[in-house]
T-cell receptor, first 106, second 114 residues
Framework: TQLLEQSPQFLSIQEGENLTVYCNSS?????LQWYRQEPGEGPVLLVT?????EVKKLKRLTFQFGDARKDSSLHITAAQPGDTGLYLC??????FGTGTRLQVFP | ETGVTQTPRHLVMGMTNKKSLKCEQH?????MYWYKQSAKKPLELMFV???????ENNSVPSRFSPECPNSSHLFLHLHTLQPEDSALYLC?????????????FGQGTRLTVV
């Protein structure tokens, strides 16, 4: 079993659409991180959420940490082709989730 | 140079070959990591080094042998690999090992075992 399960696994949308990606676990974490990986590159940190219920915004990306600190979500508003990539959530011990591969078409 | 650098970027090797992957970080970090990423599986943590000591080995087969001669360099020695070992091998570093720390990744080595 995977410590962090992400859904959906794949997402293919048109430019301008909104989307939400989920990261779920049965374990409690002191923090969760979100990374994005583009083709030919390593993952790059987007955000770290620390407090249960915390909401952080990064331009059109909104990250939320669950109240019980077991799960997190990433919402993208008005997706753009530049958002295309693999989105990975990650535990406080750098164990990564199953990943969501996002493709945004112009 | 800055960041985390991995060499080579691409490697093709036979099952009887011996090769090594190299990772170098210029960030002054104290922890370094090897991950395996394949099409079928998410990013799998293989080894963790803290201040040049191995602190974690996640049931990785012995045909993968890590080496950390100093806090800036990390190697992954490969021998008698199998085709299923073909994957992207990513190196990362962080300021401190353990919890609540950001990982900085290299671009990876794309390994193909034939």
């Amino acid at each position: 079993t995977q410590l962090l399960e992400q859904s959906p696994q794949f997402l293919s949308i048109q430019e301008g659409e909104n989307l939400t990606v989920y990261c779920n676990s049965s374990s409690v974490f002191s923090s969760l991180q979100w990374y994005r990986q583009e083709p030919g590159e390593g993952p790059v940190l987007l955000v770290t959420v620390v407090t249960g219920g915390e909401v952080k915004k990064l331009k059109r990306l909104t990250f939320q940490f669950g109240d019980a600190r077991k799960d997190s979500s990433l919402h993208i508003t008005a997706a753009q082709p530049g958002d295309t990539g693999l989105y990975l959530c990650c535990t406080d011990k750098l164990i990564f989730g199953t990943g969501t591969r996002l493709q945004v078409f112009p | 140079e800055t960041g985390v650098t991995q060499t080579p970027r691409h490697l093709v090797m036979g099952m009887t070959n011996k090769k090594s992957l190299k990772c170098e970080q210029h960030l002054g970090h104290n922890a370094m990591y090897w991950y395996k990423q394949s099409a079928k599986k998410p990013l799998e943590l293989m080894f963790v080094y803290s201040l040049e000591e191995r602190v974690e080995n996640n049931s990785v087969p012995s045909r993968f042998s890590p080496e950390c001669p100093n806090s800036s360099h990390l190697f992954l020695h490969l021998h008698t690999l199998q085709p299923e070992d073909s994957a992207l091998y990513l190196c990362a570093s962080s300021q401190v090992p353990g919890t609540d720390t950001e990982a900085f990744f290299g671009q990876g080595t794309r390994l193909t075992v034939v």
